[in-house]
């Protein structure tokens, strides 16, 4: 029997839920089928918004962050679409009174940094909160999900729109599900090993996915928007990186104090300026640094007890493991079997080049208290390491997503090489945006605003022609 559906989105997370739901409310009373392809199974729904913390840049839901659209162009050094970051400016604060209709709350909790460019708000709940919320108003309103399957080719018709999807299910049998519309919302290739080499370069194989959800975006999406036409953007070379604990599996398990003290790798010598900027500048260039330059691709976060004198350290910690602490810096080396001699080195160097009478140490942001003389430097945050207990955390890069991906505009369309490919749309992580460096608190934003977007245009274009 010929399978055909109004709508069909491919992925569960912000953006494909906000896409579903947003399809099949605009259809209003005349009701559409609107289907769901998910290659996870139920269990494992959500993709990277289950595991998200899913902070956005925001002061309140109704209120952006300073200078939103600015940062975001900056941070790329240019790069992103203008068009794209203003609609995202404009359309933020409508889709979190969106999700609060369905029942997402939202807080502006303390995050775990300690010094951030902008601040930041949060759903009660994180990410999940968005998922199970944003799955029961669509399931509510009618939208079928088909999980354990995965979606293989876009099919389009000879006058260029599109005609069905080409599916596979977990037993192997495959299906054509017929369509005047496509959302794709599945997500980057950061499990891919072949893309990762390719665009990264040997070893980016081996990056640890930062949650469980992650493992599942693998490329496909992309690969198949771009057989569909589809043509590229964003950063083919860029992702956004995490130094966290390998002993932990809690998902976002980063340390995040490393500047407060020092990281060395394993033969005790520092390779990374831990000062250079708020942590939010760092982190991504620290945990890519660990992975392609540092022995072992681990390194070591080392401090001593005044790490205790800042108020609320342990937000910035959020792995589940205590630190390895001892009594003296040589056994907190052989505790965690780096070279002894090269640490006692390392912290009495950098120890001499902390100056005597500085300005006052303050964590909560750049203060200016810096080495003289060292290489590496330390930019910010210098005090000496001599107060015993001392304690370490290792540290490796762990990928929450990438930067490349297939061309869109700010209606969510996807762009092929004579403009947009009528009926089929995309948003989040699949779609190429961000460039040089992560735009922080937008990731889950982006996923939500043009899901929604992607969502009521597919059903304005499937009901249009």
């Not at 769901?36 to 993709?47: D, L």
């Not at 240019?78 to 995202?88: E, Q």
């Not at 995965?150 to 299906?175: F, K, M, P, W, Y």
């Not at 469980?212 to 992309?222: F, K, M």
Request: one cysteine or more.
């Amino acid at each position: 029997m010929e399978e055909r559906y109004d709508v069909v989105v491919v992925g569960h997370g912000a953006a494909g839920l906000a896409a579903a739901l947003a399809a099949a409310e605009s259809a209003g009373s005349n009701g559409a089928r609107v289907l769901v392809i998910e290659r996870a199974p139920q269990a494992a729904r959500g993709g990277n918004t289950r595991w998200s913390p899913s902070y956005m840049r925001l002061e309140a839901p109704d209120r952006l962050a300073p200078r939103f659209e600015e940062d975001m162009l900056e941070t790329s050094g240019g790069r992103s679409d203008p068009a794209y970051v203003k609609r995202l400016a404009g359309d933020a604060t409508p889709v979190l009174a969106w999700l609060q209709q369905h029942g997402v709350t939202f807080d502006r909790p303390p995050n775990y940094f300690l010094t951030a460019a902008a601040p930041r708000i949060q759903p009660v709940g994180a990410g999940a909160a968005i998922v199970e919320a944003l799955a029961r108003a669509a399931g509510d309103a009618g939208v079928t999900f088909a999980y354990d399957t995965d979606a293989q080719s876009i099919e389009r018709a000879a006058d260029g729109r599109v005609a069905a999807l080409h599916v596979r299910d977990a037993a192997g049998t495959e299906r054509r599900i017929e369509t005047d519309a496509i959302v794709l919302a599945c997500g980057g290739f950061e499990c891919d090993p072949v893309a990762m080499r390719e665009h990264l370069g040997a070893g980016a194989e081996s990056i640890r996915p930062i949650t469980p959800g992650t493992a599942y975006n693998t490329g496909g999406g992309i690969r198949m928007a771009i057989a569909a036409g589809a043509r590229t953007a964003g950063d083919w070379n860029g992702v956004h990186v995490e130094p966290v604990d390998p002993r932990s599996d809690h998902p976002e398990a980063v340390v995040l104090t490393y500047p407060y003290g020092i990281v060395v790798d394993r033969n005790g010598k520092r390779f990374f300026d831990e000062g250079g900027g708020r942590v939010d500048e760092t982190w991504e260039t620290l945990a890519r640094t660990i992975h392609f330059d540092v022995p072992g691709r681990t390194a070591y976060a080392i401090f001593d007890a005044s790490l205790g004198d800042i108020p609320d350290y342990g937000r910035a910690v959020c792995t589940d493991r205590e630190p390895i602490r001892a009594g003296t810096i040589g056994a907190l080396a052989a505790a965690l079997e780096i070279d002894a001699a090269g640490l006692e080195q390392t912290i009495a160097a950098y120890n001499a080049a902390v100056p005597v009478d500085a300005t006052p140490f303050v964590a909560t942001r750049v203060d200016g208290l810096a080495t003289a003389g060292l290489v590496p430097p330390k930019s910010n945050w210098a005090r000496r390491i001599e107060r015993a207990p001392f304690l370490a955390y290792p540290l490796v890069c762990a990928i929450c997503y990438t930067f490349g991906g297939i061309e869109t505009d700010a209606d969510a369309r996807v762009i092929g090489p004579s403009g947009p490919i009528p009926g089929l749309f995309a948003a989040g992580e699949i779609t190429g945006q961000f460039y040089g460096k992560a735009p922080g608190g937008t990731s889950v934003l982006r996923a939500l605003v043009f899901g929604r977007i992607a969502g009521e245009r597919a059903f304005d274009s499937r009901a249009n022609g």
